[in-house]
């Protein structure tokens, strides 16, 4: 999933700089031809209009070193943030989810109002509504990250912990 998110990026930049092409075609362009070289698990497989996407083979490079480079910096960020993940912490892991979900909604009671002041003093932007949905979501992201990701790690230490134990024993 991480890495289709990535080339949906990469594609929508590409479309922009083209004129006349279907955007579809783009997509797939990059998620077919780059499928087995990131080990994409898409339904298709095939292109048969791949020399009208406007995608070239050093945009494939180029996509195929980004995705690998976001992926070594960005991806326990973007796998604390999971949706998926965090059905699997709720239901595995119920007490420190709760305890996740408590600080969040400390920051919330506590610190979301002046960090979103604090960010709209900061840009010149106090009093627009429209910057400060946008401040608010961003403090909100940000918050969720650092909480998330502290019980990612949590969780997965214990786990390869765990793991490592019953290897030694067995």
């Known amino acids: 999933m991480f890495r289709l998110e990535i080339l949906e990026d990469i594609a929508r930049d590409k479309v922009r700089t083209l004129h006349f092409v279907d955007e579809i075609e783009v997509y797939l362009a990059f ?11 898409t339904a298709v497989k095939e ?13 494939l490079r180029t996509a195929e070193a980004m995705v690998r480079s976001r992926e070594e910096n960005e991806f326990t960020d973007w796998f604390s943030l999971w949706g998926p ?14 305890q996740a979900e408590e600080q969040k909604y400390e920051m ?12 709209l003093k900061a840009s010149g932007l ?14 909100m992201r940000e918050t969720e990250q650092q909480i998330y990701r502290q019980l990612t790690d949590e969780v997965l230490a214990l786990r390869l912990s765990e793991n490592g134990s019953r290897l030694h024993h067995s």
């Open 31 to 41: 998620q077919t031809m780059l499928a087995e070289k990131l080990q994409l698990s």
């Open 47 to 59: 292109m048969r209009f791949y020399g009208v996407s406007g995608v070239t083979a050093n945009d």
């Open 85 to 98: 993940w965090h059905a699997v912490l709720k239901r595995t892991e119920a007490d420190r989810w709760a």
């Open 108 to 119: 919330l009671e506590n610190e979301y109002s002046q960090r979103v002041a604090d960010r």
């Open 126 to 139: 106090s009093g627009d509504v429209d910057a400060e949905r946008e401040a608010g979501a961003q403090v």
